[in-house]
């Protein structure tokens, strides 16, 4: 096996994976995982951060919160155009060809509207009930970010591209 040279799988073209379904690995993935890293951009670099998320049942969306007084909330004022990464790395410590990734790109929007606003921290707290008096501050502000597509890779160099419907 030759790692210099990812197989790239078109998911939409009807090539089938092996056991599961790939949206079902992807829907896994989302579910074990808590945390993820999160891209934007501006002032021409790209910035990550850490976040805890939760993703809707459909996968069409993430849902996160970050203080609005943050360089995060600025860039994505400004830039709505993110990209995520989850990755199962720490569950699989011995071995990389177990370890699973994907990589999510969308658009986020600052939620502002009360009754929207207490639908995705519900989800959001329902993942993390830790976080239910910052997700409920009014220094914080609840981002949804609506999924264009999701790039999914197993065994290290197997990937597959997957959009929600």
Not at 36 to 55: C, D, H, K, R, W
Not at 126 to 155: C, I, M, N, Q, W
Request: some cysteine; proline content about 4%.
């Amino acid at each position: 096996m030759r790692y210099d040279e990812p197989m790239y799988i078109d998911v939409e073209k009807g090539i089938p994976s092996e056991d599961e379904s790939i949206e079902t690995e992807i829907r896994n993935l989302c579910e074990e995982q808590s945390f993820g890293v999160l891209a934007t951009q501006g002032e021409g670099q790209p910035y990550t951060s850490l976040i805890g998320f939760a993703s809707s049942q459909d996968l069409k969306y993430l849902v996160f919160a970050t203080p609005k007084e943050t360089r995060k909330f600025s860039l994505l004022e400004k830039n709505s155009h993110v990209s995520f990464l989850l990755d199962n790395r720490s569950t699989q410590p011995d071995s990389i060809n177990q370890v699973s990734a994907l990589t999510v790109t969308g658009r986020v929007r600052v939620l502002s509207e009360k009754e929207e606003i207490e639908r995705w921290s519900k989800i959001l707290i329902g993942k993390h009930p830790y976080l239910e008096s910052f997700v409920r501050s009014d220094t914080t502000a609840v981002v949804l970010a609506e999924v264009f597509r999701y790039f999914y890779v197993r065994r290290f160099q197997e990937v597959f591209e997957w959009m929600p419907q």
